[in-house]
């Protein structure tokens, strides 16, 4: 018996050690950077619940969203009302496209990161209540997000991200995990959720992927989570969500007769990586713009649509960097700038303006008018310079 007791000791010992490990390799790995050789349970079948609540055709669409200014019934608008904005970061390297949930998005900011690669921020909200919405691939925060999610007091999904406030290897203007902390975000950290809200699916795309490049979460799962935190319409200190929110100005779809003839956007992120250029091709009888990425459509994989906006908004700020050994950039994302408004065909050549942090960002025309969009989807396309637009 006694050689049997000690293999079972030995066993166990060996097992408390790999954990042990394991442990400390996850908390090494999870305070810096993307933290992207972290993996989460891996089944194969998604865990997403269906949302049991289906619009009554027979209800008016007459509630207007406040994020975008399309119009829902308001039996969708009961169940926004008690949440707030949920902002989720969803990456772009061409390897991991085509993405989920992007197509769902009231909002969606794209902007580089590192290696010259673009990264999307989604805003959902008055689009969320019909639907357990797929993201992926979820990957990580960075600074001038932290800042744009700070305008919606939204709650905020990524999956780690740049610095810890102890980090001497990244730059202190680009520590976004130490500023979510500081500001107090509404921090859905996937590093802080488990299966079956959030999960590397390494089997989502028809080949095989990084390790980064496979977590999802889903939208009802976050909002649950969100729930138990206490970070509803109003959050644990009992301040609404919208206390510092100003609502764009949003109009109905111009006539055809009126519409403009731009048909095309071209936008260059990075010189001699096209593969991350976007076209937005502009449609006259739907009002709309087509999204292609590297040449190619883009489509959300969950809905198989190509994804379309209603409003193409290219605002122009500066960028600095490389900024440290990571390679993380910064933009201003406080002050003004020029802009150029795309919407109904047409082109208006204007300027933004974002006060502070939690301030709203607002674009104008030429003359000082605030913009008005037409109620829809607006992509907010963020470049260093004029001359990387052409249309």
Known sequence: MKPKIASILAVAGLYLLSTGISYAVFNKVSGVGDSSTITSPVPKISPKEKVKNKVDPSIPKDQVCPLNG???????????????????????????????????A???????AEGWITRFMGIFYCNTPMENITFAPVRSARTYYVDWVSEYDALYNHVG????CPDDTVDPKAKALCQIDRYGIKDLDQFGIGYPDCYRNPDRLDHPVATEHTMVCFSENLYKIADKRDWNNVDDRGIPWDKNFKEWKFKDDSKESERGKINKIHLVFAQGYDKYDVDWDYNTSSNSYLRSNGGKPHFDLEANVQLTAKNVVVQFSKITGPVDEHAHLLYATIGSGKAIIFQDGQAIVGTWSKKSRIGRTVFYNSSGKEIEFTRGSIWIEVLPSEQQVTY
């Not at 970061?89 to 769902?104: D, F, K, V």
């Not at 009231?106 to 580089?112: G, K, R």
């Open 106 to 112: 009231d909002i969606v900011y794209e902007a580089l």
């Open 161 to 164: 991200g740049a610095g810890r």
């Open 70 to 104: 399309v119009k829902f019934t308001n039996q969708e608008k009961d169940i926004w009302d008690k949440r707030r904005p949920l902002a989720v970061m969803i990456e772009n390297s061409e390897e991991a496209r085509p993405q989920s949930g992007l197509s769902r």
